[in-house]
T-cell receptor
Framework: GQSLEQPSEVTAVEGAIVQINCTYQTSGFYGLSWYQQHDGGAPTFLSYNALDGLEETGRFSSFLSRSDSYGYLLLQELQMKDSASYFCAVNSWGKLQFGAGTQVVVTP | ETGVTQTPRHLVMGMTNKKSLKCEQHLGHNAMYWYKQSAKKPLELMFVYNFKEQTENNSVPSRFSPECPNSSHLFLHLHTLQPEDSALYLC????????????????FGDGTRLSIL
């Protein structure tokens, strides 16, 4: 079957670095995506990894290891506006399978 | 982002009512999706339409009936719903759902918060 595991909540202070891990089991794996969702808002696309390695987009970076079925999202220089839920999603046979999400709480 | 618009934002209905959720995308995409989001649970894919054709029905009960008259509009018709159907219903679009490889991010609407009395 298919499954994704990510922590339910992470708390950190402004300016800190947070790493959200995601492990998955799936068939037909094409890539791993990350989405951000603020309370009451729409999920918004952050990044996509199809190949092993690190992808950097500003303060956010995403990593993938296909051999380990593992990826992570790295949030650097945390800001209050980064408080949100973050979802990893496996692209499997052209469909997205989402994890349950990680609530990131940024404190002053 | 106003690329994907969903109406209404909130809906309260009784179990015997019939209502419809509407989604419209202005991104020129060819694929549209319905998801259900319940608290503390992963987004659940319900339906996929690609070029107006339904390509995925993820074992959704028949009390949910989708309609896609064109690539820009998607509806979800609701009837005889149950209390456990209370959730946030999200619509999304992407360029093409048939391309498995490659980065085709999905663009989501703000959702309709549905409450069943």
């Amino acid at each position: 079957g298919q499954s994704l595991e990510q922590p339910s909540e992470v708390t950190a202070v402004e300016g800190a670095i947070v790493q959200i891990n995601c492990t998955y089991q799936t068939s037909g794996f094409y890539g791993l995506s990350w989405y951000q969702q603020h309370d009451g808002g729409a999920p918004t696309f952050l990044s996509y990894n199809a190949l092993d390695g690190l992808e950097e987009t500003g303060r956010f970076s995403s990593f993938l290891s296909r051999s380990d079925s593992y990826g992570y999202l790295l949030l650097q220089e945390l800001q209050m506006k980064d408080s949100a839920s973050y979802f990893c999603a496996v692209n499997s046979w052209g469909k997205l399978q989402f994890g349950a999400g990680t609530q990131v709480v940024v404190t002053p | 982002e106003t690329g994907v618009t969903q109406t209404p934002r909130h809906l309260v209905m009784g179990m015997t009512n019939k209502k419809s959720l509407k989604c419209e995308q202005h991104l020129g995409h060819n694929a549209m999706y319905w998801y259900k989001q319940s608290a503390k649970k992963p987004l659940e894919l319900m339906f996929v339409y690609n070029f107006k054709e339904q390509t995925e029905n993820n074992s959704v009960p028949s009390r949910f009936s989708p309609e896609c008259p064109n690539s820009s509009h998607l509806f979800l018709h609701l009837h005889t719903l149950q209390p456990e159907d209370s959730a946030l219903y999200l619509c999304a679009s992407s360029q093409d759902s048939s391309q498995g490889e490659g980065n085709q991010p999905q663009h989501f609407g703000d959702g309709t918060r549905l409450s069943i009395l």
